[in-house]
């Protein structure tokens, strides 16, 4: 490991503990040449698919569209930052058991929106509205009409 201060590429690990709820693992290091300590973090490499776009572009994978989209939704909503993680890690679990190279952008988006249905009603319209382009009114009263015979 490369010192972060001299540079130097030998150094002693001091400490070693579970981190970020056992995913990862903490090292306390101490540089060989200048003694100076830093922290390294390691953690398995999740392999996730391709993203597929609707007009046939391919792009990795990104965790941070899916918390944008689904924050944009919730926004002024009573929905923690936690249920937020824990909704795209679900996810991400979920196309890492999959093990498929590749995956349609709007299999990713019906994942995001059946998590939404259980977690907030207008986090789920409000996104669903964005996601299937509603062409007008009475596309989106009927999504919340589907809602509320879903909840009765």
């Given amino acids: 490991m490369k010192c972060p201060f001299c540079g130097h590429q030998e150094d002693k690990v001091m400490d070693s503990r579970p981190s970020k709820g056992g ?9 060989l040449k200048c003694e100076k300590r830093f922290t390294t ?14 007009d046939g572009r391919r ?8 918390v944008a989209g689904v924050r944009k939704a919730v926004e002024k909503r009573p929905v923690s930052s936690e249920k937020i993680e824990a909704l795209v890690d679900d996810i991400e679990t979920a ?3 999959r093990a498929a190279k590749e995956i349609n952008s709007t299999e990713v988006g019906e994942m995001v929106i059946k998590r939404l249905q259980d977690l907030d009603d207008v986090a789920y319209v409000r ?3 964005v996601y299937r382009q509603f062409k007008d009114i009475n596309a989106f009263s009927d999504e919340v009409k589907r809602l509320l015979a879903r909840k009765t």
């Fill in 59 to 66: 792009e990795p994978f990104d965790r941070l569209k899916i």
């Fill in 127 to 129: 996104f669903a509205s």
């Fill in 41 to 54: 973090y390691e953690q398995i490499e999740e392999i996730l698919p391709m993203v597929v776009k609707r």
């Fill in 23 to 31: 995913s990862a693992i903490r090292r306390r290091r101490e540089c």
């Fill in 95 to 97: 196309l890492m058991e």
